[in-house]
């Protein structure tokens, strides 16, 4: 391959189409006669239902008000997609009277206008018998758990005998943190259209896994999965909450049955906060023991992370501290708190982005206990190999990305007394912290086509929910077949291409992007045995190690001319298309020899005012290794969103729940503050040159969750750098910092 | 639900005296809570069509403002923002550039929040309102309309049509400060208006000191303008400044923030607020 666009930092392919409103997402493609639906939430947070008033059903132009009492029993058959818990069994809703969560679906109001049905919905009088659900973790009533073994990751791991060693570790730290629930909050809400056609059903469906949701609504209704057909083309954010199918599908679904018409259904901002997922409340413990130069003797993390009474959600909190620094004796201990709330998912960096915080802030609390510079601390800390799995890393540049961060950042500068940097009245505090993720890449295909005006058609049932997906797959397809990217159409979004694995894990790039390398190889293969039997190809009756491609056009090795291009080929054949479909899975021997990550090195300075107490962030630099990047201007913005993302974690972002009935108190965007453009300051993104010829072919490990990861820390290390005060909650308040 | 858009005052006074009325300005506040079911108005008055409501005019006396005037024009009439910057700048603050083209001080007031940004602005420049009513107009200064969240002292039938402001003082200044945790479009944890006066010798003649979202209603705070009356508003009155208004706090805990950091911020803002209305005093 001779990269022409890869590398390149094009401008976004759907830019246009997304900026003129051309660009269609779920809830914009209306079907004729459609009705609407709007889901009625429980107004109590445990009980069971003891009768709803049908007189709501009257009211003008109501088409049908469904719930327990009257919706058909649904199969519901097994059904575990890559992203849902494996252990427990999802909601099943509208099948009984059991309210297990505040705002679960209780009843379905369909009417022939979307006024109509809010309405009539407003009208619905619900009886409960209420019981006081068990929302905190820090309940007394609630009991931790240890995940069962059937969960996807391993739970607890050891090595060494780190209890002793940090009883006897020269200096130690041991602190215990707190992190609020989030809700993932995207710009677009989630919203379905659904439309029967006999036992045909499409949806348009807002969705980061087209293939997963053909797959659940087939079991959900016991029909076969090629009757299901889901397509999404533009997801308007999504950060992790629209890798699953939540209930509306199933409602919308529902619904578009019982009337006979299609029919749309889309959340409210409100009911994102419920149903939706959410990223858990996590209560850690991190204890280090070090010696008095620095080197790390004893890492005990124990992370626990909230989840629902009938799934376990299980996530990457302690898998970080595994690996990340050389120590002999580590510990990491996962449990969960099964609470009367809808089941917690991905949210951005999951796992890592609250691990991280852990380890990174007691890292830094160890630094200034030894008078040793936080980047020098994890220097003499930098393993050689995965020390958990005694694998060498496939690439780990975190010195390359601290060395060139620091640089940039002017690091040097910063004095490392606490409250000794000012600006006016206000105090100064610079932080730094590890950020992580795995380099995952699950299997995926891809159908590469080349028509006979010489273009190529490539489709994988992917998502773009905003890094670039469109772009740097069609840069991808460009290279691998040696044409502009002009000349490439690329599409997504739809459970009728090829199966793509969840827009999610940072595996995009590595997983689909293989496919559709593979594809456009395979096309090519095609395309010469197409030549070789064709008596007038230059190329006829040759072999394809005789055969080479150079830029489009397949000439003989070594030979001047310049041979045929992909047009002349399959007009030469009568202009019939040639398509290829592939599916690459990653090499498992590859797993077993190597510990693949994205690493990076996260910046922060922030102003506390003392009077106000109240922290800002004034510059941020993220410093990647990640791998081959395959569009700078992308890559960079999207680094950008999740280094925002983190803002948000680490100052703003809380679901606060109501403890007397687990009712979200901030289920909307004026009280769920997330970082608004006044909020955003100075942000530089660096990556390190990092080849990594194991990782996968393209050579690329992701950057969505690893930008989020490691932003929360560097944020509360500047914070205690510039008060003096170290703060084990997320989000740092307010009230944290008075009287600094 | 009825929707109506009298021209005249006495039209809107007899819709307003019915069963479930409510008054529409800009609906900024008014709209979303009949969205989200919060109220549900039988009849709304849409008082943007009677003239008094939407005009600025001013006289030796001062500006007269329209109830339904918006924030937007506020900000681009000629001379309030020379005259007045604290009370703009306040008004300024509600919502976003969106909501500016609607939201008013009529509206801001009468949503009965004590974190209204606007209110606190208005009892520091001294506004009073004019309000109209079956039987007939009347006056009553801002400090006096909200009793408690969502109620006022108005009667069945009553609305406010304009505000009266006083002509500036021949050196005087008014600043406006909130405190929200993020940079913008935030709901005010607490907020702070002053207005003051100097003499030639720049000793304090006059002062008013309120407060927003410290108590169950905005707060006029009299020790505040007694710490600052008489003084060169040094640093010892700022201090006596800051007493008067954290003793005059009685604030909620809620999600946004804490009765003890309600308290202690206030003090702050106001001598901030203070020294940002004293600048501008010498100024003019």
């Given at each position: 391959?001779n990269?022409q666009?890869?590398g390149?930092?094009?401008?976004?392919?759907d830019?246009?189409?997304?900026?003129?409103g051309?660009?269609?997402?779920?809830?914009?493609?209306?079907q004729?006669n459609q009705?609407?639906?709007?889901?009625?939430?429980s107004t109590i947070?445990?009980g069971?239902?003891?009768g709803?008033d049908p007189?709501?059903?009257?009211?003008?132009?109501?088409?049908a008000?469904?719930s327990?009492?009257?919706?058909?029993?649904?199969?519901y058959?097994?059904?575990?997609g890559g992203?849902?818990?494996?252990?427990g069994?999802?909601l099943?809703v509208?099948?009984d009277d059991?309210?297990?969560?505040?705002?679960?679906?209780?009843?379905?109001?369909v009417?022939d206008?979307?006024?109509?049905?809010?309405?009539a919905?407003a009208a619905l009088?619900?009886t409960?018998?209420?019981?006081?659900?068990?929302?905190?973790?820090?309940d007394?009533?609630?009991?931790?758990?240890?995940p069962?073994?059937?969960g996807?990751?391993?739970a607890?791991?050891?090595?060494?005998d780190?209890e002793?060693?940090?009883?006897?570790?020269?200096v130690?730290?041991?602190?215990?943190?707190?992190?609020a629930?989030?809700?993932?909050?995207?710009?677009?809400?989630h919203a379905?259209i659904?439309?029967?056609?006999g036992d045909r059903?499409t949806?348009?469906?807002?969705?980061?896994?087209?293939?997963?949701?053909?797959?659940?609504?087939?079991?959900?209704f016991?029909?076969?999965p090629e009757?299901?057909q889901?397509i999404?083309?533009f997801?308007g954010?999504?950060?992790?909450?629209?890798?699953?199918?939540w209930?509306?599908?199933?409602?919308?679904a529902?619904?578009a049955?019982q009337v006979?018409r299609?029919v749309?259904?889309a959340l409210t901002?409100r009911?994102?906060?419920?149903?939706?997922?959410h990223?858990?409340?996590?209560l850690q413990?991190?204890a280090?023991g070090a010696?008095?130069?620095?080197?790390?003797?004893?890492i005990i993390h124990?992370?626990?992370?909230e989840?629902?009474?009938?799934?376990q959600?299980?996530?990457?909190?302690?898998?970080?501290?595994?690996?990340m620094y050389?120590?002999?004796?580590?510990?990491?201990?996962?449990?969960?708190?099964?609470?009367?709330t809808?089941?917690?998912?991905?949210m951005?960096?999951?796992g890592e982005a609250?691990g991280?915080?852990?380890?990174?802030t007691a890292?830094?609390?160890?630094?200034?206990?030894?008078g040793?510079?936080?980047i020098?601390?994890?220097?003499?800390?930098?393993?050689?190999i995965d020390?958990?799995?005694?694998?060498?890393?496939?690439?780990?540049s975190?010195m390359?990305?601290?060395?060139?961060g620091a640089?940039?950042f002017?690091w040097?500068?910063?004095t490392?007394e606490?409250?000794?940097?000012?600006?006016g009245?206000?105090?100064?505090?610079?932080g730094?912290?590890?950020?992580?993720?795995?380099?995952?890449?699950?299997p995926a295909?891809?159908?590469?086509?080349l028509l006979?005006d010489g273009?190529?058609?490539i489709?994988?049932?992917?998502?773009?929910m905003?890094?670039?997906?469109?772009t740097?797959?069609?840069q991808?397809?460009?290279?691998?077949l040696?044409i502009?990217?002009g000349?490439?159409?690329?599409?997504?979004?739809?459970?009728?291409?090829?199966?793509?694995?969840?827009h999610?894990?940072?595996?995009?790039?590595?997983?689909?992007?293989?496919?559709i390398r593979?594809?456009?190889?395979?096309?090519?293969?095609?395309?010469v045995?197409?030549?070789?039997?064709?008596?007038?190809?230059?190329?006829?009756n040759?072999?394809?190690e005789a055969?080479?491609?150079?830029d489009?056009?397949?000439?003989?090795k070594?030979?001047?001319?310049?041979?045929?291009?992909?047009?002349?080929?399959?007009?030469?054949?009568g202009?019939?298309p040639?398509?290829?479909t592939?599916?690459?899975?990653?090499?498992?021997?590859?797993d077993?020899k190597?510990?693949?990550h994205?690493?990076?090195a996260?910046?922060?300075?922030?102003?506390?005012d003392?009077?106000?107490g109240?922290?800002?962030?004034r510059?941020?630099?993220?410093?990647?290794?990640a791998?081959r990047?395959?569009?700078?201007?992308?890559?960079?913005?999207q680094?950008l969103g999740?280094?925002?993302?983190?803002?948000?974690?680490?100052?703003?972002?809380?679901?606060?729940?109501?403890a007397?009935?687990?009712?979200?108190?901030?289920?909307?965007?004026?009280e769920y503050?997330?970082?608004?453009?006044?909020?955003?300051?100075?942000?530089d993104?660096?990556?390190?040159?990092?080849?990594d010829?194991?990782?996968?072919?393209?050579?690329?490990?992701g950057l969505?969750?690893?930008s989020l990861?490691?932003?929360?820390?560097?944020?509360?290390?500047?914070?205690?750098?510039?008060?003096?005060?170290?703060?084990h909650?997320?989000p740092?308040r307010?009230?944290h910092?008075l009287?600094? | 639900m009825?929707y109506?858009?009298p021209?005249?005052?006495?039209?809107a006074?007899a819709?307003?005296a019915?069963?479930g009325?409510r008054?529409?300005?800009?609906g900024t506040?008014?709209?979303v809570?009949?969205?989200?079911?919060?109220?549900?108005?039988d009849?709304?008055?849409?008082?943007?069509?009677i003239?008094?409501?939407?005009?600025?005019?001013?006289d030796a006396?001062?500006?007269?403002?329209?109830?339904?005037?918006?924030?937007a024009?506020?900000?681009?009439?000629?001379t309030?923002s020379?005259?007045?910057p604290?009370?703009?700048?306040?008004a300024?603050l509600?919502?976003?550039?969106?909501?500016q083209?609607r939201?008013?001080?009529?509206g801001?007031l009468?949503?009965?929040?004590p974190?209204?940004?606007?209110?606190?602005?208005m009892i520091a420049?001294?506004?009073v309102?004019t309000?109209a009513?079956?039987?007939?107009t009347?006056?009553l200064p801002?400090?006096d309309?909200?009793?408690?969240?969502?109620?006022?002292?108005?009667?069945?039938g009553?609305f406010?049509?304009?505000?009266k402001i006083?002509?500036?003082p021949?050196h005087g200044?008014?600043?406006?400060?909130?405190?929200?945790?993020r940079?913008?479009?935030d709901i005010?944890?607490v907020?702070?208006?002053?207005?003051?006066?100097?003499?030639?010798?720049g000793?304090?003649?006059?002062?008013?000191?309120?407060?927003?979202?410290?108590a169950a209603?905005?707060l006029?705070?009299?020790d505040?303008a007694?710490a600052?009356i008489?003084t060169?508003?040094d640093d010892a009155?700022?201090?006596?400044?800051?007493a008067?208004v954290?003793?005059?706090?009685?604030?909620i805990d809620?999600k946004?923030?804490?009765v003890?950091?309600?308290?202690?911020v206030?003090g702050?803002l106001a001598?901030r607020?203070?020294?940002i209305?004293?600048?501008?005093?010498?100024?003019?």
């Open positions: 391959m990269p666009a890869i390149k930092p094009l401008t976004r392919i830019g246009r189409a997304k900026v003129t051309a660009a269609r997402y779920a809830a914009e493609f209306n004729p009705a609407y639906a709007v889901i009625v939430s947070g445990l069971r239902i003891t709803i007189a709501a059903e009257h009211l003008p132009g109501v088409l008000i469904i327990h009492l009257n919706a058909p029993r649904l199969p058959n097994p059904h575990k992203i849902d818990p494996s252990y069994e999802r099943h509208l099948q059991q309210v297990r969560f505040y705002g679960q679906p209780v009843a379905l109001v009417a206008t979307l006024v109509r049905a809010e309405r919905a009088r619900i409960y018998d209420a019981q006081h659900p068990i929302v905190g973790p820090r007394k009533q609630a009991k931790p758990i240890a069962e073994a059937d996807r990751l391993e607890d791991n050891v090595r060494g780190p002793a060693a940090l009883a006897s570790a020269a130690a730290v041991d602190i215990t943190s707190d992190i629930r989030q809700n993932h909050h995207p710009m677009e809400p379905t659904a439309a029967w056609d059903l949806l348009w469906s807002k969705s980061q896994f087209v293939a997963n949701e053909q797959e659940e609504i087939a079991a959900v016991g029909m076969a009757n299901v889901v999404c083309p997801v954010g999504a950060f992790g909450t629209s890798l699953r199918t209930p509306h599908v199933t409602l919308a529902l619904a049955r006979g299609p749309k259904l901002r009911q994102m906060s419920f149903t939706t997922g990223r858990p409340r996590t413990r991190m280090l010696t008095r130069d620095g080197r790390l003797t004893s124990e992370g626990t992370g989840t629902s009474r009938y799934e959600f299980i996530e990457s909190l302690t898998s970080g501290t595994d690996f050389s120590c002999p004796n580590v510990r990491t201990r996962y449990r969960l708190v099964p609470l009367d809808g089941t917690p998912t991905y951005r960096g999951p609250s991280m915080y852990a380890l990174e890292l830094d609390e160890l630094a200034y206990k030894l040793i510079d936080p020098e601390l994890r220097r003499r800390n930098e393993p050689r020390e958990s799995t005694n694998r060498p890393f496939s690439s780990r975190l390359a990305c601290y060395d060139i640089e940039r002017g040097a500068k910063r490392p606490p409250q000794s940097m000012r600006d009245r206000l105090l100064i505090g610079m730094t912290a590890t950020a992580t993720y795995p380099a995952m890449q699950f295909s891809a159908r590469a086509r006979a273009t190529a058609e489709e994988s049932a992917a998502s773009d905003g890094p670039g997906t469109y740097s797959m069609t991808v397809a460009a290279d691998t040696g502009p990217v000349r490439v159409r690329f599409s997504l979004g739809n459970s009728d291409f090829p199966p793509a694995p969840p999610g894990g940072s595996q995009t790039m590595a997983a689909v992007g293989s496919a593979a594809a456009c190889l395979a096309v090519q293969d095609l395309l045995e197409r030549a070789a039997a064709n008596p007038r190809s230059p190329a006829h040759m072999g394809k055969l080479e491609w150079v489009g056009h397949l000439r003989r070594g030979g001047a001319a310049s041979g045929q291009s992909y047009a002349e080929i399959v007009g030469a054949a202009g019939v040639v398509e290829a592939v599916s690459v899975a990653r090499d498992p021997e590859i077993n190597y510990s693949m994205a690493f990076g996260v910046f922060v300075e922030v102003s506390v003392p009077d106000v109240i922290a800002r962030v510059r941020a630099l993220g410093a990647y290794g791998g990047i395959v569009n700078p201007r992308l890559a960079r913005s680094c999740g280094m925002i993302g983190g803002i948000g974690m680490a100052l703003m972002e809380h679901t606060s729940l109501d007397r009935d687990g009712r979200p108190v901030n289920a909307h965007m004026a503050l997330l970082p608004v453009n006044l909020d955003i300051p100075d942000l993104v660096l990556f390190v040159d990092e080849v010829p194991h990782v996968n072919p393209l050579g690329v490990k969505g969750e690893v990861v490691g932003m929360a820390p560097a944020i509360a290390n500047a914070v205690f750098h510039a008060t003096g005060r170290r703060i909650e997320l740092i307010i009230e910092l009287g600094v | 009825r109506e858009k021209t005249t005052v006495e039209a006074t819709l307003l019915g069963q009325a008054v529409l300005a800009g506040d008014l709209l809570q009949m969205r989200s079911r919060v109220l549900s108005p009849v709304l008055v849409d008082i943007k069509g003239d008094a409501t939407r005009k600025i005019t001013k006396s001062g500006y007269t403002i329209g109830a339904a005037v918006t924030g024009e506020l900000k681009e009439h000629p309030l020379k005259d007045w604290g009370l703009v700048e306040a300024n509600i919502g976003s550039t969106q909501v083209g939201c008013s001080l009529g801001n009468c949503n009965g929040s974190a209204a940004d606007s209110v606190p602005g420049a001294g506004a309102a309000i009513g079956p039987k007939g009347r006056t801002v400090e309309i909200m009793l408690a969240p969502r109620k006022l002292a108005l009667t069945a009553e406010i049509v304009s505000f006083p002509a500036r021949a200044g008014d600043a406006y400060l909130r405190f929200i945790p940079t913008e479009m005010a944890v907020g702070c208006g002053v207005a003051l006066a100097l003499d030639a010798g000793t304090c003649t006059a002062a008013r000191v309120s407060l927003g979202a410290v209603r905005p006029l705070v009299e505040g007694k600052l008489g060169k508003v009155a700022l201090a006596k400044l800051e008067a954290r003793a005059a706090c009685k604030p809620d946004r923030g804490t003890e950091f309600r308290i202690d206030a702050t001598k607020t203070a020294k209305a004293l600048e501008r005093a010498r100024k003019v």
